[in-house]
């Protein structure tokens, strides 16, 4: 039906960081079960795993601007990077 993928955010070390950052990389649905609130109960799971775990943050990572997962991180949620993907023909 669906799944998240989330990773410890592995360069905070090399900043002098205690690791307490989790990545939210991928988020899928089958498109049988989409626009059910099972993306909704997915993030807001893996963000109770991961504060049990004792993360305090997390990053949506890499979202498409017209991506409707960008609307899971709620009013607090903001951008900390943009970026431009370009195309050529070969």
Known sequence: MGF??????????????????VIVKTLGIASAHARQGLGKLL????????????????ILALMHEAN???????PGARD???????????
């Open 4 to 21: 998240c993928f989330a990773v410890p955010n592995l360069l905070q070390p090399a900043h002098a960081q205690r690791i307490d950052t």
């Open 68 to 74: 409707p997962s960008r609307r899971l991180g709620g």
């Open 43 to 58: 993030y807001r799971r893996t963000l109770e795993s991961a504060a049990a775990l004792g993360y305090r943050r997390a």
């Open 80 to 90: 900390i990077r943009r970026y431009t993907l370009y195309a050529r023909a070969v």
